[in-house]
C-alpha cells in the first residue's frame, strides 16, 4: 500500500537548518509531483512547496512551487532512484514551527500544488522553532 516516512523533524533556534526526508513507497514515485504541507496546532494544513515528477531543485525551474512566506529559505528536492523528496529549511523562524507532512500531489508549478491524489498521509514530523 501507499506509505510515506516523514523524518528529519526535531526542536531548533531561531535562524537555524533542518533537512527533512520523506521516503515514499506502494506506487511509481518517479511519475508523481511531490509536495510537503504543514500543519499548526489550531491552523489547517498548507501547502509549503510541492515538485514536479521530473523537476531538479533550482529556483529557476517552473515545475517548482513553494510558499511565499518560506521562499529563499526553503529548498525542495528529491532523488528518484531512493523514493525520496527533502525539504532543506534554512532560516527558521518561530512561525515555522509545524507538523511536516509529504503527500503525492495532482501538480506542481510555480504558481500552486495540488491536493494529496493518493488520499494518503504519512505521519508526519514535528518542526519546533524556539526563539
Known amino acids: 500500500q501507499v506509505e510515506f516516512l516523514e523524518s528529519g523533524g526535531e526542536s531548533v533556534q531561531v535562524g537555524g537548518s533542518l533537512r527533512l526526508s520523506c521516503v515514499a513507497s506502494g506506487f511509481s514515485f518517479e511519475h508523481y509531483a511531490m509536495g510537503w504541507f504543514r500543519q499548526a496546532p489550531g491552523k489547517e494544513r498548507q501547502a509549503v512547496s510541492c515538485?514536479?515528477?521530473?523537476?531538479?531543485?533550482?529556483?529557476?525551474?517552473?515545475?517548482?512551487y513553494y510558499l511565499d512566506s518560506v521562499k529563499g529559505r526553503f529548498t525542495i528536492s528529491r532523488d528518484n532512484a531512493k523514493n525520496t523528496v527533502y525539504l532543506q529549511m534554512n532560516g527558521l523562524k518561530p512561525e515555522d514551527t509545524a507538523t511536516y507532512y509529504c503527500?503525492?500531489?495532482?501538480?506542481?508549478?510555480?504558481?500552486?500544488?495540488?491536493?494529496?491524489?493518493?488520499?494518503?498521509w504519512g505521519q508526519g514530523t514535528l518542526v519546533t522553532i524556539s526563539s
Open positions: 503527500a503525492a500531489v495532482a501538480y506542481s508549478n510555480r504558481y500552486s500544488c495540488g491536493e494529496n491524489n493518493l488520499l494518503v
Open positions: 515538485i514536479s515528477w521530473r523537476s531538479a531543485s533550482t529556483s529557476s525551474d517552473g515545475n517548482i
